[in-house]
């Protein structure tokens, strides 16, 4: 019986070190050469990492540089782990893209400081920049047809 138990436990063992060594292998693969220039990113954003819709990544500094230089910039402000952003990104991107805009995306979970740094209040939030400076800003999930409005009144103008 001493010697089952024994077998049972070494098994258990061996089965948890291997499942341990498989995860951190797949989270280190996705984690190369990532658009976030992380080498640890969380696993909601490791599952994002080839979907069309969360592409045109912009990072922080990137955005801070176009702002200083006072470009015209729309950002996405999202979260992988929002439950309004995945219901609003598949909506979003493509009609951002039929209007010919260029919607970067900055993602929240992996850039926590960004919060602040935008006065960003809940996601999904897209803020227009023009010439470095906001000039129009939505917040959460809403209607299609709220969006349609802002990327033609606010952004295209």
């Given amino acids: 019986m001493l010697k089952k138990m024994i077998i049972f436990i070494i098994v258990l063992v061996v089965i ?21 220039d992380k ?43 929002c439950v309004h952003c995945q219901r609003t990104t598949p909506v979003v991107v493509p009609m951002a893209e039929g209007y010919g805009i260029d919607l970067v995306k900055l993602n929240l979970l992996e850039f926590e400081a960004q919060w602040d740094a935008y006065g960003i209040e809940a996601t999904p939030t897209i803020v227009h920049f023009e010439d470095g400076e906001e000039s129009a800003r939505i917040v959460g999930e809403q209607e299609n047809e709220r969006f349609e409005s802002f990327f033609e009144t606010e952004v295209l103008e």
Avoid: R, W
């Fill in 16 to 36: 948890f070190l291997a499942l341990f060594f498989v995860v951190k292998y797949q989270k280190d693969k996705a984690s190369e050469g990532n658009p976030f």
């Fill in 39 to 81: 080498s640890d990113l969380h696993s909601a954003t490791i599952e994002q990492l080839d979907d069309e819709n969360y592409q045109n990544q912009i990072l922080p500094d990137e955005l801070a540089d176009k702002l200083e230089n006072g470009e015209d910039v729309t950002v996405y402000f999202y979260s992988p782990t």
